[in-house]
């Protein structure tokens, strides 16, 4: 009996020692600092008494533990992607500006430089009727790109007054300018046919208080229908054209002998242009509408019963005088411009339904005269 009391008492000292062994092993893991708890109390403390608390903060500073976060990290595969992207985003961009430009550009010249005669434009039916082109090919090679360029065209029997900004054509306009003029093919008055005429000009204004009183550079050109049916082409500012050196010559001539003659012109001045259209060989023409054109202004009339005119005419000739201020919006009509004159009608082919001449002029208030057939 004693031994088994005995081997028990020991067995509790053995267990007793071990537990003993075990909690000293745990608390010498653990890393208590005993300031730790001072401050904690001393807080406290202080907060009971009212007093200013203290400020732990130096207590514990994450970034003595975690440092490596705090550091920027450099990943060069998104730096890649990124700046590749960027690349894709800036091509586009380019590429839709370009693009962007070229519609403007095709816009410009197709649409900009696409006129239609007043005529055809009056006309209530003209999305149902047939149109013929004219194409006019402008040499700009040694025209300066600033200013406007006034065109002034008369085709089987309808008129063009259009202004074109130099300074608005495209890049690829340079040297050489295509205008398209369109007419309707036929109208009441006349039907286009070969080798009826026509006549287009283009006046060149860089600067209208300094070309105010002065001959205009300028082009114009007479040529017949070459087609019915496809696409008319007339040329201006031809380096061959001696229309404005002519008109120049005879301009700087009157300057001269204005001045030696002390003869002064006025800026109220009439320029009157009588248009005379013999029919003896046409004396059954019913209509006819007759249009005289200078410095880039136009007037017509149409005369609805030539035969009445006849009746009354001693040499079967009809006569129309045209007056034109002198005063335009392009500058004072200068003796020496250059004045055309068109006739048109059925009645006249053959062998043309429209004929156009075209005179300098020379004198001011008094009639100058252009037979037109």
Same mark, same amino acid.
């Given at each position: ?34 300031? $730790? !708890? ?19 903060? =130096? ?5 003595? $533990?975690?440092?490596?976060?705090? /550091? ?25 500006? =370009? ?20 005529? *055809? ?32 065209? $008369?085709?089987?029997?309808? *008129? ?57 550079? $300028? ?22 054209? #001696?229309?404005? *050196? ?13 001045? #030696? ?36 202004? /136009? ?64 004198? !001011? ?9």
């Amino acid at each position: 009996m004693f031994s088994i009391v005995n081997n028990r008492f020991t067995f509790q000292l053995i267990f007793i020692f071990i537990l003993t062994l075990f909690v000293f092993h745990i608390f010498n893991d653990l890393d208590l600092d005993s300031q $730790y !708890f001072v401050n904690i109390i001393a807080a406290e403390n202080a907060g009971n008494d009212g007093k200013e608390r203290i400020d732990l903060n =130096y207590i514990f500073d994450s970034s003595e $533990y975690f440092e490596e976060d705090n /550091i920027p990290q450099t990943n060069t595969n998104n730096i890649n992607y990124l700046n590749k992207n960027n690349q894709v985003i800036k091509q586009q961009l380019e590429e839709q500006v =370009y693009h962007q430009v070229k519609k403007e550009e095709a816009s410009s010249n197709n649409k900009k430089y696409e006129f239609t005669s007043k005529e *055809s434009n009056d006309n209530k039916n003209k999305d149902k009727l047939d149109y013929v082109t004219f194409k006019t090919v402008l040499n700009l090679e040694n025209i300066e790109k600033n200013g406007l360029l006034r065109l002034v065209g $008369y085709i089987n029997g309808q *008129s063009f007054k259009e202004d074109i900004q130099l300074s608005e054509l495209a890049p690829s306009t340079v040297n050489k300018l295509d205008v398209k003029l369109k007419v309707l093919k036929d109208t009441q008055l006349v039907s286009l046919d070969t080798p009826d005429e026509f006549l287009v000009c283009a006046y060149h204004l860089k600067d209208l208080e300094k070309e105010y009183n002065s001959i205009l550079n $300028y082009d114009c050109n007479e040529a017949d229908v070459q087609s019915s049916d496809g696409t008319n082409t007339i040329r201006l500012f031809k380096p061959s054209s #001696m229309k404005y *050196s002519n008109s120049k010559a005879f301009y700087d001539e009157q300057q001269q002998n204005s001045g #030696m003659n002390g003869t002064i012109d006025n800026e109220d001045d009439k320029v009157l242009i009588k248009v005379i259209s013999p029919l003896s060989d046409r004396k059954n023409t019913k209509e006819l509408k007759i249009a005289a054109m200078v410095r880039g202004q /136009i007037q017509t009339e149409m005369i609805q019963d030539v035969q009445k005119e006849l009746a009354k005419s001693n040499d079967d000739t009809i006569t129309r005088t045209f007056t034109f201020d002198r005063k335009t919006d392009m500058g004072n009509i200068q003796i020496g411009d250059l004045f055309s004159a068109c006739v048109t009608s059925d009645d006249l082919n053959p062998p043309e339904g429209q004929e156009c001449e075209k005179r300098l002029v020379k004198k !001011f208030n008094s009639a100058n005269s252009l037979p037109a057939r």
